[in-house]
């Protein structure tokens, strides 16, 4: 996700200040602070935002659709105050069938509260962690 590949533990230096990887898969508080910052500028992404970017390729694998609705043709800028807005798409309109473990997991990822999202353990344990 973003922080293994292109950023790197805090306190990182000698690399190309990190702006976010794929939009699709960018956590809303990433989006954020994208938004609210100069192209030079270091984005440190944290650990629960790669679990955010984690529920959003799982959505958008399972579901074919990405997590957000917008358009092919908009401009990233536009793409990112949608997805710093932290409202996706709910997955009961996206699923192709349901399937409640995948669902919780992918729920518990896109918690518009980082806080709230579970940690890498608790996925590699089977565990959804709190729901959003």
Request: aromatic residues 6%; negative net charge; contains cysteine.
């Amino acid at each position: 996700m973003c922080l293994a590949l292109a950023c790197g533990p805090d306190g990182a230096t000698g690399r190309t200040p990190y702006r976010g990887a794929l939009t699709h898969t960018t956590a809303p508080e990433t989006a954020a602070a994208l938004l609210g910052t100069d192209d030079t500028t270091h984005i440190q992404a944290a650990p629960a935002a790669d679990v955010w970017s984690l529920g959003a390729t799982l959505f958008w694998c399972w579901t074919g659709r990405r997590p957000f609705a917008y358009e092919d043709e908009t401009d990233r800028p536009e793409k990112l105050r949608i997805i710093a807005a932290a409202s996706p798409t709910p997955l009961r309109h996206a699923r192709p069938w349901p399937f409640p473990e995948l669902e919780t997991l992918i729920a518990a990822c896109l918690s518009g509260n980082p806080a709230k999202r579970p940690t890498a353990v608790e996925l590699a344990h089977g565990a959804g962690g709190p729901t959003p």
